[in-house]
């Protein structure tokens, strides 16, 4: 059974910084990409960054790129979404995901399994 389990999250100020982790379990880490999304209450999920399975190419949202640096690590089947310059419109719960591919993607649907997410709160 694939299991994905997100820490890291908190309260923080604008303009600090957080760095989410995710661990794997349950498949072969490395053959599938790993994405990051977030979901603000009232609004729907939104694509934050993708890695591929090997870590070779990474995708970010405009919102997030230039702050945000997504990583892996295969040895420890874990993947991390480095965070600076926080803003409070990013206050959201984070969720990481594995892909049904090993390249990444912009898309839930090509994600096939999903952590329980992690609470992210940035105050002005």
């Known amino acids: 059974q694939v299991q994905l389990v997100e820490s890291g999250g908190g309260l923080v100020q604008a303009g600090a910084s957080l760095r989410l982790s995710c661990a794997a379990s349950g498949r072969t880490f490395s053959g599938y990409a790993m994405g990051w999304f977030r979901q603000a209450p009232g609004k729907e999920r939104e694509f934050v960054a993708a890695?591929?399975?090997?870590?070779?190419?990474?995708y970010y949202a405009d919102l997030v790129k230039g702050r945000f640096t997504i990583s892996r690590d295969n040895a420890k089947n874990t993947a991390y979404l480095q965070m600076n310059s926080l803003k409070p419109e990013d206050t959201a719960v984070y969720y990481c995901a594995t892909g049904k591919y090993y390249r990444g993607s912009y898309y839930p649907s090509e994600y096939a399994y999903w952590g329980q997410g992690t609470q992210v709160t940035v105050s002005s």
């Open positions: 890695i591929s399975g090997g870590g070779g190419s990474t």
